[in-house]
Each structure stands twice: as structure tokens, then as C-alpha cells.
């Protein structure tokens, strides 16, 4: 099936400086995809070159075959490109439920109910807290009540950096359940995750990224399984039967 996302030679930066450089890959519709890197590799800025949130300077960006270089975030957000970018982002003054409402705003108004109801089913833990300032929601759930409001228009491609960040370990395999469950939806997902071992899980391709470049790409337990990942980000558990 074609590619839901096409990255074609993309190199983008800030400021007229290139930060990820000649980068490629294309995401299959209803793939989890997990790009992993170190601090600084690039993996926001790639994430937000996908988005049009920053500078791309050469390559080509396509979302179901069409080029969406030249188009801006809420644009792409329009077309089905979902971001919740990395850290706290929503709005802490006021509650969850107006947070949500917020995010039905590309929806048609006799819209709003269905996706409200939809999304809360999915996060049972933002349907205690409605009532709640959105600010007195800790790290991580800020990121759900983020992650659900990006989750009410549909997106066809979702790009979730740091999902899981500050999230008990139970709650982080609630994010990671849930993540399956929207892919199998149809949902294509690109996730950039501190818990790589969790991510790569959940996923069917990963991605590896080394100062803004493409250093390893293939499937997921494939990807696991190589030393230097394990190496470099898995703890270097290697177990007999891997190496
Ligand atoms: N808004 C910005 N303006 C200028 N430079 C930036 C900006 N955001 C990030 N950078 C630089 O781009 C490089 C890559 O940063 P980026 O945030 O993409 O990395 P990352 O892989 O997501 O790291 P982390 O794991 O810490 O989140 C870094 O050198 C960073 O300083
Ligand atoms: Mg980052």
C-alpha cells in the first residue's frame, strides 16, 4: 500500500543552519515507526520539519502522495498530521474539559460530542480530572490531555514525541496499549520515546538517528537486537542468543 508519509532528502534546521541533514524514509499506513537518538541527534527537529515547524531547506515532505513542503502547521494539522510536541504545551489555566473543547475547533460542531465521548473512553484518567486546571495535571498527564486533544480530529498520521515522559510505569504501558490500539485503528504513528526498549515493543520499524542523520533503519526487533543499539541505548543487555 503507498506510503502514508514520504520524506525525500530532507534537510531542516533553525535559523539557516541545517540541524537534521539529507534525511529519508517513508512510513506505512497503520505502522508504528520509533526514531531513536541522543540528546541533541535531532529527533524534535525532525519531528517538526514533518509538521513545517521549522526550516527545511532542501528534500521533499509528502503526506498520501501529495508534496506539503510549502504548506504551514496548521495546514498540515488540517490535512492529518497530528503533533504533540515534546514537554507541556496546553493550556494551564484552564480545565481539561475546556482544554478539549479547545481541541474540537477543525471539527463541525455536531461533531464535537462524538469525538469528546471517543476520546475520553480512550483516557478513563482525563474523565476523573474534567474539572481539574489543566496546570495542576502532572508532566505526563499534561502530555495525555495533549496527546487526546491532537486525537479528536482523527489525524491520519500521528507525531508523538516523549509520550511516556514522567508517566508511572503503569500509566506508560496505558500510553504504549493505547498507541497500538490507534495504529491498528489505521493510524500511522511516528513516536520518538526516552523508553526505547518499551517503544521498539509496540513497534513494527525504528529508526536511528546520529547527529541529524540516518544511522540505522529497519524492523523493530531487528533494530533491538543489534549490539550497538544495544549498546548506545538499550543498557547493553545483550543476550546470548543476540549477539
Ligand atoms: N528552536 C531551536 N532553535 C535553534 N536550535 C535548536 C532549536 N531547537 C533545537 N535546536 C538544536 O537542534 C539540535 C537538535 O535538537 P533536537 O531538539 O531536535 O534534539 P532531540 O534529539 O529531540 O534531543 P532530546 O532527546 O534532548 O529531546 C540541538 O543542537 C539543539 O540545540
Ligand atoms: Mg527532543
Not at 30 to 45: F, P, Q, Y
Not at 87 to 105: A, D, H, I, Q, S
Not at 119 to 145: D, H, T, W
Request: net charge neutral; aromatic share 6%.
Amino acid at each position: 500500500m503507498a506510503s502514508v508519509l514520504e520524506v525525500e532528502a530532507v534537510t531542516a534546521g533553525y535559523a539557516g543552519v541545517p540541524i537534521i541533514h539529507d534525511f529519508s524514509f517513508a512510513l506505512a499506513p497503520g505502522s508504528i515507526t520509533t526514531l531513536i537518538g541522543g540528546n541533541g541527534a535531532g529527533k524534535s527537529t525532525l519531528m517538526r520539519a514533518i509538521y513545517g515547524a521549522c526550516q527545511q531547506f532542501s528534500g521533499s515532505v509528502k503526506l498520501l502522495g501529495q508534496a506539503i513542503d510549502q504548506l504551514p502547521p496548521w495546514e498540515r494539522y488540517k490535512r492529518g498530521i497530528g503533533f504533540v510536541p515534546q514537554g507541556r504545551c496546553n493550556f494551564p489555566r484552564m480545565t481539561v474539559w475546556e482544554n478539549l473543547k479547545l481541541g474540537c475547533y477543525i471539527l463541525e460542531a455536531r461533531q464535537h460530542d462524538a469525538a469528546l465521548q471517543r476520546v475520553l473512553a480512550m483516557f478513563p484518567m482525563l474523565q476523573a480530572k474534567l474539572k481539574e486546571k489543566a496546570g495542576n495535571l502532572s508532566g505526563g498527564e499534561q502530555q495525555i490531555l495533549e496527546t487526546a486533544m491532537v486525537l479528536l480530529t482523527e489525524p491520519k498520521l500521528l507525531l508523538l514525541d516523549e509520550p511516556s515522559l514522567g508517566l508511572s510505569p503503569k500509566t506508560q504501558a496505558e500510553v504504549f496499549a493505547i498507541a497500538r490500539s490507534i495504529a491498528a485503528s489505521g493510524v500511522t504513528i511516528l513516536v520518538v520515546e526516552q523508553n526505547v526498549h518499551g517503544a521498539l515493543l509496540i513497534s513494527d520499524t525504528a529508526i536511528v538517528l546520529e547527529m541529524g542523520r540516518k544511522f540505522l533503519e529497519g524492523p523493530a526487533a531487528a533494530v533491538m537486537n543489534d549490539p550497538r543499539i544495544q549498546n548506545a541505548y538499550l543498557g547493553g543487555n545483550i543476550s546470548e542468543e543476540t549477539v
